[in-house]
């Protein structure tokens, strides 16, 4: 189990330092989601702090183990000891040393070594398991990121759309004007709805630079230069079961993995404490030397200890009601935990089914809607149509337009969220 942790730690770290160059974001880039991942796990703060929880867990797991080995001390001592002012005895001062190295070993315990080795190693699993879980929302972040500037740019490019449209029509109500055959209100008209499509395109274009900023914090790149994101969110109908949703939730969640971990390690903690009752044999074996000027006394010993714990003030009894108390409230919270992935994965699966259901709902009006444009444009430049006609029948299709895209990002989103509460990180 250390080799491969120590193995794992190992390539996260290469990952970090020496594949970074190749995810550096440069001036003109394209980008695509899978990228935009890559370059999150490398840079992002939540991921470096996972990693680095396993590193101190690891620590933890030695600082245990740590007493299956011996412990060795040296204590070196000097004084320089001179006649105490009111002696009537006359003396010099002189030099006193000490030198002593002292071994200790625990040579039976009754497993509470072997007990803190396993609580140890279970907690940096939960550690592990952690990493995965800080990994999995980084991810779906970026991709929640990604489609919602995917959503921007594309309702950036409809809202120009919409603009050449007014533009195009202001055009042609102007050249009626101008050989009489429609009035001056239709000028008008066609300039104040230009002037709201240019405002409305306007605001899409801040949209989608807030929503490059969101995605660089996604990604956990400050101060990303430019680059470009040319996809465009594409409908893929994905096909699973609320049950299967579920089942793999309950398998792949790795906080629960976590949990599961952490329970374990409070249950061998009660077994330790329950073991603060029983004695330690322990051996110690020591030489040094002692003296001053004049003499000099070498000295050793060896032997064996062996500690009862008799009475301790009741510390071990509470110790143990407090591990209980620890574990109880723990598995409720467990308990709760499961409840909140039932909750996550349901509510995921049901705003991907809306969401789905929108989209083609969505198709069905801009299809109508852009047959509207083109009739009431007809019937206008025929001279049989309205200004007003016309104008709506644009509005209407701009408006489709978003809804669409609307359902479009959602249903992206939904995903995402769905893979996520089921403890998908890809």
């Known amino acids: 189990m250390f080799k491969k942790v120590t193995f794992f730690l190992f390539s996260l770290f290469l990952t970090a330092s020496g594949a970074f160059a190749l995810e550096e974001i440069t001036a003109g880039d394209t980008l695509n989601l899978r990228r935009c991942i890559d370059i999150a796990r490398q840079n992002h703060p939540a991921i470096s702090a996972a990693q680095y929880n396993i590193l101190a867990g690891e620590s933890r797991i030695g600082q245990a183990r740590a007493g299956y080995l011996p412990q060795l001390t040296f ?6 000891v001179g006649p105490a002012q009111l002696s009537s005895i006359p003396s010099d001062p002189y030099n006193y040393y000490s030198n002593m190295l002292s071994l200790n070993q625990t040579l039976f315990d009754f497993g509470k070594t072997f007990n803190q080795i396993q609580i140890q190693r279970l907690n940096t699993e ?3 398991a952690d990493f ?5 929302y980084v991810i779906f972040g970026v991709k929640q990121a990604y489609y919602v500037y995917l ?7 409809v809202a120009a759309e919409t603009v050449n449209k007014f533009q195009r029509h202001m055009e042609i109500a102007t050249a009626f004007f101008e050989t009489g055959k429609r009035s001056k209100i239709d000028v008008t008209s066609a300039e104040v709805n230009l002037s709201n499509a240019k405002i409305n395109s306007l605001k899409a274009e801040n949209a989608l630079r807030l929503a490059r900023i969101n995605l660089n914090n996604a990604m956990g790149m400050k101060n990303a230069p430019a680059y470009r994101i040319n996809e465009d969110l594409v409908y893929k109908p994905y096909d699973i079961t609320l049950a299967q949703a579920l089942r793999r939730a309950h398998e792949a969640r790795p906080d629960l993995l976590s949990t599961a971990k952490k329970k374990e390690a409070l249950e061998k903690t009660v077994v330790l404490n329950q073991k603060g009752y029983l004695p330690v044999l322990s051996g110690s074996a020591a030489y040094g030397y002692l003296g001053n000027d004049h003499k000099t006394d070498e000295n050793w010993n060896i032997g064996v200890t062996l500690t009862f714990p008799l009475f301790t003030g009741f510390s ?3 110790q143990i009601d407090e591990a209980k108390a620890n574990l109880n409230a723990f598995k409720a919270n467990e308990n709760s935990l499961l409840q909140q992935v039932s909750l996550e994965v349901e509510s995921a699966y049901l705003s991907l089914k809306e969401a789905g259901e929108r989209i083609g709902a969505g198709e069905i009006i801009v299809r109508q809607a852009e047959e509207n444009v083109e009739l009431a444009t007809g019937r206008y430049e025929a001279g049989v149509g309205s200004s007003i006609e016309i104008t709506d029948a644009m509005i209407v299709l701009n408006n489709a337009k978003m809804t669409y895209i609307t359902a479009l990002a959602d249903y992206h989103i939904a995903l995402a969220n769905l893979e996520r509460a089921m403890g998908e990180s890809k």
């Open 126 to 128: 939960s550690a592990e």
């Open 316 to 318: 071990t009894k509470y």
């Open 151 to 157: 959503q921007a740019k594309m309702s950036a490019e």
């Open 75 to 80: 204590q070196s001592g000097y004084q320089r």
């Open 132 to 136: 995965q879980d800080v990994s999995g």
